[in-house]
């Protein structure tokens, strides 16, 4: 079978690691016809805008899309190309796999976590009124009234939607996403005991889901607890169900278990739609150099392949880029125990390594 592939190279390191990602995929034989569409701060003069409508509609049409990383222009008043894009493609769920790979430093081994995060609302909806403008007035006068609370004058406001619809749907994902990848238990996490109305909402949605899969655990533990709980007994957990803010932090944090941003991949999922992309962002003080490591992507790349159902080709890739991470040779500075090493390689260098060891 041959796939339509949307591929956005990104700025910063983003066309060097996407492009090492690319020549990998292709190298495990699967046909893909990448469709190049341009978003972030290289295309912004020329374009007017740093996500060209042309972009959106390649991902709507070819339903999945391989991104390298972005930067978020500032003075623009363009908040995230990475948040539009979510919703203009309605990517309900982020999903972040976060597992150890022998020859990664990292305080902890044999980590094993997937993070499913709610995508579209909680405080990251974007519903944000400025300190001292008219809007923001009024909302704080709305509150007073509403609920006999008072609001500093002084302030500004975010707000925090969590629906019941956005987080069933979310919930489902991550327990379909359980059923598909034989996984245990997902474990709700959120502060329900201080945000009934919000967070309480999802535990009790969450809770309603797990009542349709008898086969998976499910628990719910909060935010703080669960903080501790990940560095000092992360084996304990599985699937890790999330609103929008708590699994953006917690995913870095989970990341952090498995030896940094280098290493963490990542996806959003939409209704027959996914976009692939690493955790990491744009480190643009690195632009051009082939030094950073393209793992993060490659093993964005595996998500996509089991996404299209190229099972063979992703487990491939991966054991690929488990060896050579393993043989801890053709590595990026990152990985050697001495960031100065001068047999560290570059970016492009160890996707050779990864090729390699594919056809070898
Ligand atoms: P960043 O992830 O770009 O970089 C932080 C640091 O992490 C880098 O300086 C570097 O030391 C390290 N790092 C990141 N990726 C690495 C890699 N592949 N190999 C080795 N080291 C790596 O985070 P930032 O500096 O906070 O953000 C830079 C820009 O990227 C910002 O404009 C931000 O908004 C954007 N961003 C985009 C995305 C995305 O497109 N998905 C995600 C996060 C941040």
Redesign the pocket.
């Known amino acids: 079978m041959s796939y339509t592939v949307t591929l956005m190279p990104?700025d910063?390191?983003?066309p060097e690691?996407s492009e090492a990602a690319r020549r990998c995929i292709d190298a495990t034989g699967v046909k893909i016809a990448w469709e190049i569409a341009h978003a972030?701060?290289d295309i912004l003069e020329q374009a007017g805008t740093p996500l060209p409508d042309a972009t959106v509609a390649s991902v709507l049409k070819n339903k999945v899309a391989l991104?390298?990383?972005?930067?978020?222009?500032?003075g623009t008043g363009f908040r995230?190309?990475?948040v539009a894009l979510r919703h203009k493609c309605d990517l309900f769920a982020c999903v972040r796999p976060c597992r150890s790979y022998d020859g990664v430093r990292s305080r902890y081994q044999n980590i094993d976590l997937v993070i499913v995060r709610e995508n579209s609302e909680d405080l990251y909806a974007g519903i944000e009124f400025e300190k001292g403008t008219p809007g923001c007035a009024a909302v704080i006068d709305a509150v007073e009234k509403a609920g006999g609370k008072k609001i500093k004058p002084d302030s500004g406001v975010s707000i925090k939607p969590i629906s019941v619809s956005a987080t069933r749907r979310v919930a489902k994902y991550a327990f379909d996403y359980a059923r598909q990848y034989q996984r245990k238990k997902v474990t709700a996490i959120a502060k329900a005991n201080i945000m009934k109305f919000t967070d309480g909402l999802f535990y009790a949605t969450a809770r309603e889901v797990a009542k349709e899969y008898a086969d998976i655990k499910y628990e719910e533990v909060l935010v703080d607890a669960m903080c501790m709980q990940l560095v000092q007994k992360p084996e304990l957990y599985d699937v890790l169900l999330l609103p929008n803010l708590y699994g953006d932090i917690m995913s870095d944090l989970c990341a952090g278990l498995v030896g940094?941003?280098?290493v963490a991949p990542?996806a959003n999922i939409g209704d027959g739609v996914a976009l692939f992309?690493?955790?990491?962002?744009?480190?643009?003080?690195?632009k051009g150099q082939n030094?950073?490591?393209?793992?993060?992507?490659i093993l964005s790349g595996v998500l996509m392949l089991r996404w299209l159902g190229e099972t063979a080709a992703a487990e491939k890739l991966d054991r690929a880029v488990a060896d050579v991470i393993r043989a801890g040779k053709d590595v990026?500075?990152?990985m050697k125990a001495d960031r100065n090493d001068p047999s560290a390689v570059g970016?492009s260098q160890m996707a050779d390594a990864i090729i390699r060891r594919m056809q070898g």
Request: zero cysteines.
């Open positions: 990104g910063g390191i983003g690691v972030g701060v991104k390298g990383p972005v930067t978020t222009p500032i995230s190309v990475n940094g941003l280098g990542g992309e690493a955790v990491h962002g744009s480190a643009p003080k690195y030094k950073v490591n393209p793992t993060a992507v990026t500075y990152d970016t």
